[in-house]
């Protein structure tokens, strides 16, 4: 098999079960908690951040995954349960390099155009 093409096929993969992970967990915590206050996504996005924190964490550290694996894990698993997992973890490792300034356009934009493009969806559906 192409290694190209099995990186992809495994991302994929991995991808569904992070979205299958999610979907199921999302579910149960919305009716674990009655839905009222996102619990399931705050629980999710933290969750994620720590799994790939660790996952990161031990790659630094000499952990011996091959790259398809660690791109199945890190962008198809973790990327499909949560992507707040790699802004996290991309914030994350601007501060470790003191990218303060970095840090602070990264998260405000993330956050600013992120709230105003669902707002600029939401009404553009009203307006279409």
Known sequence: ???????????ALGGAIGTLLRFALGGWLARATGGVFPWET?????TGCLAVGACAGALDRGALLSPPLRMAIMVGVLG???TFSTFALE???LAAAAQWGGVFVYVALSN?????????GHR???WA
């Not at 192409?2 to 096929?9: A, D, K, M, R």
């Not at 705050?42 to 933290?46: D, F, G, K, P, Q």
């Not at 600013?112 to 600029?120: D, I, Q, R, T």
Request: charged letters at 5%; zero cysteines.
């Open 112 to 120: 600013v155009l992120g709230l105003g493009a669902a707002w600029l």
């Open 91 to 93: 914030t994350f490792r």
């Open 1 to 11: 098999m192409n290694g190209s093409f099995q990186v992809w096929l495994l991302v």
């Open 80 to 82: 499909g349960f949560t």
């Open 42 to 46: 705050l629980i999710i996005n933290v």
């Open 124 to 126: 553009a559906a009203y």
